[in-house]
């Protein structure tokens, strides 16, 4: 197996040198899954598989791929576009990019609120994007971004081995940098890990009627599994609920994580 930072310089690569080739490489993952209209991966994009500072980050989010905004990825499109060099410091400090052009995103707004009762911080709001730089890394699944991204329940034999290898390539690369937790996000996960068999020993509990978490170690290292996207408030997911009763599970879960998470600040 190529290792992960192997494989993030052989993609920028071609997606810098050979975008002919590149592009037909992200059609056929479009393809593959069966994405059409807005869930199609983006093509004259370049690939996105991590994103903070992954070497101290104590808590590590899995997603399915990077999404896409008309206002925001356009500018850091340009950014990531220059060099290798550039593209490396981007992802490296994409939090602290966020905050220097003021985007904004729903969807890092909601992590604040979960964030912010994990780690037990009173970073406000609009500082979020420093809390994130302190505390979160992000990889994903699949490197391309779209605008959405639905992927079967049922996983075809191409399909899976492609997510298996995306997934273990991930995991060995994180793993080496000890953090203290790892989030895993969506339906996707849910398939993947519990459908499929990649995690045997869980344990689940409702959130509400819409929302399950499952509580698992892997390689020692703690984990939770929200099968349906966390983000969405039709889930019937609050941001109280985010900021308050999911923090409380999953410390209740694992007794040593406040602490872990605490010594961060120190």
Known sequence: MVELTQEILDEYL????????????????????????????KTDYSPVYVVGKFQTAPIVTFG???GYSSK???????????????????????FQYFS????????????????????????????????????LCNLV???????????????????????????????KF??????????????????????????????KVPTTNQFNMHFFELDGIPSVLFDRFFQRHFRAITNDDRMFTIPKLIHDRFKNLRVNLSAVEQ
């Open 14 to 41: 071609l997606y810098a040198c050979d975008p002919v080739k590149y592009k037909k490489k992200v059609n056929s993952i479009s393809d593959m899954f069966g994405l059409t209209k807005k869930n199609r991966l």
């Open 174 to 203: 994180i793993k080496q940098f000890k953090p203290k937790l790892l989030i895993f996000n969506g339906k996707i996960w849910k398939t993947l890990l519990i459908n499929y068999n990649l995690t045997e020993q869980y344990v």
């Open 64 to 66: 399915i791929n990077p």
């Open 72 to 94: 925001n990825s356009p500018i850091e499109e340009n950014e990531a576009g220059k060099s290798w060099q550039h593209y490396q410091s981007l992802y490296l400090n994409f």
């Open 141 to 171: 699944l699949i490197p391309y971004h779209s605008e959405g991204t639905v992927l079967p329940a049922i996983l075809k034999e191409q399909q899976l081995e492609y997510l298996k290898n995306r997934h273990s390539s991930n995991i």
């Open 100 to 135: 220097y052009n003021k985007f904004e995103s729903p969807y890092y707004t909601a992590l604040w609120y979960l964030l912010s009762g994990l780690t037990g911080t009173t970073y406000p709001k609009k500082r979020k994007w420093a809390l994130f730089d302190q505390y």
